[in-house]
Antibody, heavy 118, light 107 residues
Framework: QVQLVESGGGVVQPGRSLRLSCAAYGFTFRSSLMHWVRQAPGKGLEWITVISGDGNSIHYADSVKGRFTISRDNSRNILNLQMNSLRAEDTALYFC???????????WGRGTMVTVSS | EIVLTQSPDTLSLSPGERATLSCRASQSVSGNYLAWYKQKPGQAPRLLIYRASSRATGIPDRVSGSGSGTDFTLTINRLEPEDFAVYYCQQYGSPWRFGQGTKVEIK
């Protein structure tokens, strides 16, 4: 069964770090672009970062550039998001999503909640 | 930077009616790489349409997408209870952007 499962969310103080993970099941992980998308409470979807299948091409939204780092381990089918210098405005539900080949984001995880608060 | 503007913000309709949602881009969407998603409360988004008009797997044919360039439309015929949700358009394929969403609510 094709599935994505996020983990690593929690409550963290402003300025601290957190690392999210997304485990992939049921498909050839290395063949897909993978994204992180977040959703602040009661708000819309915000795309934040993408990584190519081989990990050599990465892009970030301006809102997280220089603070967040996306990576992947194709041997373990894991996608990661290292979040540093966290701010209150980073509080959101973080989703990972699969992007198979210019056909939209066809598989999403259920999300992991990150709350940045003192 | 492309901005996607969805209208209306809220659409109040009755079951059985037709919903017409609009997504306008500030610049032409390259390759018509425009997708639509549906999101119900407490759930992840679900892909409905990609490449402006191609239905994703499992999406019924009463859901359709159209448009090109800067103007795109999602049409849902014969609204069913499960259709009442928030819908997002998205440009994908670099850059990636979402519209602000349209809520389809029961009238």
């Amino acid at each position: 069964q094709v599935q994505l499962v996020e983990s690593g969310g929690g409550v963290v103080q402003p300025g601290r770090s957190l690392r999210l993970s997304c485990a992939a099941y049921g498909f050839t992980f290395r063949s897909s672009l993978m994204h992180w998308v977040r959703q602040a409470p009661g708000k819309g979807l915000e795309w934040i970062t993408v990584i190519s299948g081989d990990g050599n091409s990465i892009h970030y939204a301006d809102s997280v550039k220089g603070r967040f780092t996306i990576s992947r381990d194709n041997s373990r089918n894991i996608l990661n998001l290292q979040m540093n210098s966290l701010r209150a405005e980073d509080t959101a539900l973080y989703f990972c999503a699969r992007d198979p080949n210019l056909e939209g984001f066809d598989v999403w995880g259920r999300g992991t909640m990150v709350t940045v608060s003192s | 930077e492309i901005v996607l503007t969805q209208s209306p913000d809220t659409l109040s309709l009755s079951p059985g009616e037709r919903a017409t949602l609009s997504c306008r881009a500030s610049q032409s969407v390259s390759g018509n790489y425009l997708a639509w998603y549906k999101q119900k409360p407490g759930q992840a988004p679900r892909l409905l349409i990609y490449r402006a008009s191609s239905r994703a797997t499992g999406i019924p044919d009463r859901v359709s997408g159209s448009g090109s360039g800067t103007d795109f439309t999602l049409t849902i015929n014969r609204l069913e209870p499960e259709d009442f949700a928030v819908y997002y358009c998205q440009q994908y394929g670099s850059p990636w952007r979402f519209g602000q969403g349209t809520k389809v609510e029961i009238k």
